[in-house]
Nanobody
Framework: QLQLVESGGGAVQAGGSLRLSCAVS????????LGWSRQAPGKEREGIAA???????SYADSVKGRFTISQDNAENTVYLQMNSLEPEDTAMYYC???????????????????WGQGTQVTVSS
């Protein structure tokens, strides 16, 4: 059973940056997908970034060019570097894991097998 623990959330002004971390414990297998989703109050959870075991990445249009997903295999950690933050980025951010096929459907809640507890990001104008 995988466990995912997020950290790095906080409050920042518009235009600022944050880096989220997700520590992964357990064996994700040789072929896997890790990703980040977010959920704003009153809205559905949406996948925003994903990275597979080969290092291929995918992004939602809303964050493309501003956010970067990466992984450190030695540290079993996946990161989300968020730059040029906007008030619309305010949400609870969740780390998620799945098999390699999860990356093809990363925008969907049902793509993922395991979730972290989330970390709050608040961007003020």
């Amino acid at each position: 059973q995988l466990q995912l623990v997020e950290s790095g959330g906080g409050a920042v002004q518009a235009g600022g940056s944050l880096r989220l971390s997700c520590a992964v414990s357990g064996d994700p297998g040789s072929k896997y997908c890790l990703g980040w989703s977010r959920q704003a109050p009153g809205k559905e959870r949406e996948g925003i970034a994903a990275i597979d075991s080969d290092g291929s990445t995918s992004y939602a249009d809303s964050v493309k060019g501003r956010f970067t997903i990466s992984q450190d295999n030695a540290e079993n950690t996946v990161y989300l570097q968020m730059n040029s933050l906007e008030p619309e980025d305010t949400a609870m951010y969740y780390c998620a894991s799945g098999d390699v096929w999860s990356c093809a459907q990363f925008r969907s809640f049902n793509a993922w097998d395991h979730w972290g507890q989330g970390t709050q990001v608040t961007v003020s104008s």
